[in-house]
């Protein structure tokens, strides 16, 4: 991994050779000769072990008292039933509302289907109209 101890090694390095012990003897032996030599990779091996050091000493926050995991009950299928169908009733009538506002008019006939908004068939069914 490190062959020239003058070059520093990346800091992956560092934490894979000495601070999680792994790596063959000649390679710890190259990189502890190279923090022997050079203050910045030894001052980020020290930031790292106290980081660890931090991250052992924390205790996740005391649980009040009466704590008690609780796993969700569903909901039983005849009101879930009920409350999707009164669901869907809602949305049919909104739409119901939505199209009577737009004055929707569907047409199907020979030429296919037709959907017309607004007062648009109304101002050329008048214009139409004999005078």
Known sequence: MID???RCPDPDAL?????DDEGDASERA???AHLEGCGGCAGTLTSFRAVKATLGAW???PLPLGFAVVRNQP???PRRVLWTGGLSAAAALVLAAAASLAQLQITWDA????LRT????QATMAS???A
């Open 4 to 6: 020239d101890v003058t």
């Open 15 to 19: 934490v894979v050779l000495l601070y």
């Open 30 to 32: 190259a990189l502890q």
């Open 59 to 61: 205790l996740p926050p």
């Open 75 to 77: 909901m039983p299928w």
């Open 111 to 114: 030429t296919g289907l037709t």
């Open 118 to 121: 607004g007062m648009a068939g």
């Open 128 to 130: 139409a109209a004999p």
